[in-house]
């Protein structure tokens, strides 16, 4: 059953790539998320992604209290080759297009393959797009936000496994050093935490040394032993194979999509590990695009916002706890309550 409001694929004019915008729900308000630029080895691949991922946009926005609906958008570049600039500023029209097509019912932002600037093309096309770079009226790159609230999730998490939020000394194990990865990775390691990497381009070593982190083979990372895993690459990383592996006492991280499939979270729970739900930790970025872009709020008051993600935690992991079921279970009735109310938080 397809339980999307509206899918569009359409073929890029200029680019003949595969043009995805997967609609999810429009029900707290016009559908947000972020436009993927990534490889796949079919476009379908690329549906696939697009329509989960644009699930748990709706989810995020939910929980977060925003009105806003779910959305994504993926172009499926082909395997084994990076577009030029020429070629990423006709895909960027391209999307815009669809975009502008869709009359305000869907608004689109950065996410993994993309950034600001890219935002800023967009705009040169249609209104319905999130954080174009400042000079253009836009709150910029949301990946120092989006690393801002995983950090919250995770002292969230320090206090329920130790009793207290600090970081300083706990053994952390970071999956993908990309822009949300790396910024995460520093405010970590200023904390105190003990730091162990990965990333699938072998040149983002040099970020590990210059932090002070070990290195482990993307293989490997997922076995490590450490306090926390925090995957903040791509998704279905927990899987029924690699949750058997975890010798974590918990994972918490802003990857979107982590479960390969939504039973891996009873196997999580199973295991006694705590998973903060993806959509969750990682609604920092939108969090401040949308707070600051359409709820007008100052940039201090959004990073109030963004570290209000560690109260949401808490209340999931004590949600959780009091009912003996998962946090993702609690973190979905949330956004099941929300959805079907309209309903903001208090
Ligand atoms: N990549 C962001 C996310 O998954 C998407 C986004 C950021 C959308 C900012 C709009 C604005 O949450």
């Given at each position: 059953m397809l339980d999307h409001e509206q899918v569009t694929i359409r073929t890029g004019r200029r680019s003949r790539l595969p043009v995805i915008v997967a609609v999810h729900s429009t029900a707290l308000g016009p559908a947000a998320g972020g436009l993927r630029l990534w490889h796949y080895p079919d476009w379908r691949d690329g549906l696939t992604d697009a329509l989960r991922l644009s699930a748990g946009m709706t989810a995020k926005f939910a929980v977060a209290g925003l009105s806003s609906g779910g959305g994504k958008t993926v172009v499926a570049l082909p395997e084994g080759r990076e577009p030029n600039d020429g070629e990423r500023r006709?895909?960027?029209?391209?999307?815009?297009?669809?975009?502008?097509?869709?009359?305000?019912?869907?608004?689109?932002?950065?996410?993994?393959?993309?950034?600001?600037?890219?935002?800023?093309?967009?705009?040169?096309?249609?209104?319905?797009?999130?954080?174009?770079?400042?000079?253009?009226?836009?709150?910029?790159?949301s990946s120092p936000h989006t690393a801002r609230g995983a950090l919250a999730a995770l002292r969230a998490v320090g206090r329920r496994l130790y009793g207290t939020p600090t970081l300083d000394g706990r053994r952390l194990a970071i999956i993908g050093l990309g822009r949300v990865g790396a910024g995460l990775a520093r405010l970590l390691a200023a904390e105190g935490a003990v730091l162990t990497v990965t990333d699938v381009d072998p040149a983002k070593r040099e970020l590990a040394g210059e932090l002070g982190a070990g290195w482990l083979a993307p293989g490997d990372i997922l076995a490590a032993d450490v306090d926390i895993v925090v995957p903040a690459a791509l998704g279905s990383v927990l899987t029924r194979r690699t949750v058997a592996e975890l010798r974590c006492r918990a994972v918490a991280g802003p990857a979107n999509d982590q479960l390969a499939t939504p039973d891996v979270a009873d196997l999580l729970h199973g295991r006694g590990i705590i998973w903060v739900p993806d959509y969750v930790a990682g609604a920092g970025g939108v969090i401040n695009a949308v707070s600051t872009e359409l709820n007008?709020?100052?940039?201090?008051?959004?990073?109030?916002?963004?570290?209000?993600?560690?109260?949401?935690?808490?209340?999931?992991?004590?949600?959780?706890?009091?009912?003996?079921?998962?946090?993702?279970?609690?973190?979905?009735?949330?956004?099941?309550?929300?959805?079907?109310?309209?309903?903001?938080?208090?």
């Amino acid at each position: 059953m397809l339980d999307h409001e509206q899918v569009t694929i359409r073929t890029g004019r200029r680019s003949r790539l595969p043009v995805i915008v997967a609609v999810h729900s429009t029900a707290l308000g016009p559908a947000a998320g972020g436009l993927r630029l990534w490889h796949y080895p079919d476009w379908r691949d690329g549906l696939t992604d697009a329509l989960r991922l644009s699930a748990g946009m709706t989810a995020k926005f939910a929980v977060a209290g925003l009105s806003s609906g779910g959305g994504k958008t993926v172009v499926a570049l082909p395997e084994g080759r990076e577009p030029n600039d020429g070629e990423r500023r006709d895909v960027l029209h391209d999307v815009a297009d669809v975009i502008d097509s869709l009359g305000g019912m869907y608004a689109t932002g950065p996410d993994v393959g993309t950034g600001a600037e890219d935002m800023a093309v967009i705009g040169e096309t249609t209104p319905h797009v999130f954080c174009r770079p400042a000079r253009l009226g836009g709150s910029g790159d949301s990946s120092p936000h989006t690393a801002r609230g995983a950090l919250a999730a995770l002292r969230a998490v320090g206090r329920r496994l130790y009793g207290t939020p600090t970081l300083d000394g706990r053994r952390l194990a970071i999956i993908g050093l990309g822009r949300v990865g790396a910024g995460l990775a520093r405010l970590l390691a200023a904390e105190g935490a003990v730091l162990t990497v990965t990333d699938v381009d072998p040149a983002k070593r040099e970020l590990a040394g210059e932090l002070g982190a070990g290195w482990l083979a993307p293989g490997d990372i997922l076995a490590a032993d450490v306090d926390i895993v925090v995957p903040a690459a791509l998704g279905s990383v927990l899987t029924r194979r690699t949750v058997a592996e975890l010798r974590c006492r918990a994972v918490a991280g802003p990857a979107n999509d982590q479960l390969a499939t939504p039973d891996v979270a009873d196997l999580l729970h199973g295991r006694g590990i705590i998973w903060v739900p993806d959509y969750v930790a990682g609604a920092g970025g939108v969090i401040n695009a949308v707070s600051t872009e359409l709820n007008h709020l100052d940039p201090d008051e959004a990073a109030a916002r963004v570290d209000a993600i560690a109260d949401t935690v808490d209340h999931l992991l004590d949600t959780a706890q009091r009912h003996g079921h998962t946090p993702a279970r609690a973190a979905s009735d949330l956004a099941r309550h929300r959805l079907h109310t309209g309903s903001r938080p208090a």
